[in-house]
């Protein structure tokens, strides 16, 4: 670990995501004299050979439904081995700083799991945080009113779980203002029209949600080590406030010598897209806590 220098923020996408998404919160960053470093996780991102029949318009929808999948085959093992290779390649600069948001929580708790020395703290932007494997697969105890759910469903393209991906067509909601608006209130409702439309541009059709496995489940004796910050968000819609308080108390019960850090900010699922200066401000108050 290191004593003086400021932590590198490691950011973590969620699902359908990539490292797009983080740019307005690391410009924010770099104004406050932060570091950061946005991963593109296997199958995601510039990189990854997305099917053309998302981007071109008007789409052809059966096209769509059959081209390959750049997610298939890939594992949680696999986002593991990618987020670790940067990790390490970071930790020379600094201490690092693990950051998450919604289905990006699988990845990072599965890292601290396996690298716990690498880093300073793990955060949870109202991120997935499993702790006992029965989460994995049991019905959790908590109401979960989300809105996403049913937005996802009018978006996801059929036939397409052959390949072990879910295929979801953000770009259908630029054609659909019903469907734009349900979408921007379930995952945005604190942005402006613009601000949604360019992370719906921003967005990745597929998502592989094999990566929901026990691999991604804590462990108190390997991820436990690593101080970790769950960052509530109180306009969630799409992971809704109940749903993160259950996921806390769970984590907590786990490791009760080392609980969450809870900080609270009012603000949507993706609100570090829509209102990145909240959420910088944030991080920032938790860099001087990251060096031990």
């Known amino acids: 670990?290191?004593?003086?220098?400021?932590?590198?923020?490691?950011?973590?996408?969620?699902?359908?995501?990539?490292?797009?998404?983080?740019?307005?919160?690391?410009?924010e960053l770099a104004l406050l004299g932060h570091r950061s470093y946005a991963v593109d996780l296997p199958g995601h991102g510039d990189l990854a050979d997305h099917p053309a029949a998302y981007y071109r318009q008007p789409q052809d929808l059966a096209a769509l439904a059959t081209a390959p999948s750049p997610m298939r085959g890939i594992t949680l093992r696999d986002n593991v081995r990618h987020v670790v290779n940067v990790l390490?390649?970071?930790?020379?600069?600094?201490?690092?700083?693990?950051?998450?948001?919604?289905?990006?929580?699988l990845t990072i708790t599965a890292v601290a799991n396996a690298v716990p020395e690498l880093l300073d703290r793990v955060v949870y932007l109202s991120a997935v945080c499993l702790s006992d494997p029965a989460m994995v697969t049991g019905e959790w105890d908590v109401l979960d009113d989300n809105l996403l759910d049913a937005a996802a469903a009018r978006i996801t393209v059929p036939d397409t779980a052959h390949q072990g991906v879910v295929r979801l067509n953000w770009r259908a909601a630029h054609a659909d203002p019903a469907l734009f608006a349900q979408l921007k209130t379930a995952t945005m409702a604190d942005a402006t029209d613009h601000q949604f439309r360019i992370l719906l541009d921003?967005?990745?059709?597929?998502?592989?949600?094999?990566?929901?496995?026990?691999?991604?489940?804590?462990?108190?004796?390997?991820?436990?080590?690593?101080?970790?910050t769950f960052v509530r968000l109180g306009?969630?819609?799409?992971?809704?406030?109940?749903?993160?308080?259950?996921?806390?108390?769970?984590?907590d019960a786990l490791t009760p010598?080392?609980?969450?850090?809870?900080?609270?900010?009012?603000?949507s699922h993706v609100g570090y897209f829509s209102r990145p200066h909240l959420f910088a401000a944030l991080l920032a108050d938790l860099a001087p806590e990251a060096s031990l």
């Open 1 to 27: 670990m290191h004593a003086t220098t400021r932590p590198t923020f490691v950011f973590v996408p969620g699902g359908s995501s990539n490292a797009r998404a983080w740019g307005p919160l690391q410009n």
């Open 88 to 105: 390490r390649r970071l930790a020379p600069f600094g201490p690092l700083v693990l950051v998450g948001n919604s289905f990006g929580g």
């Open 202 to 228: 921003s967005m990745d059709p597929d998502e592989n949600y094999a990566v929901l496995e026990e691999g991604a489940v804590a462990q108190a004796a390997r991820w436990g080590k690593v101080p970790h």
């Open 235 to 251: 306009a969630d819609l799409s992971i809704p406030p109940a749903v993160q308080d259950h996921m806390i108390r769970k984590a």
């Open 257 to 267: 010598d080392n609980p969450f850090d809870v900080r609270g900010l009012t603000a």
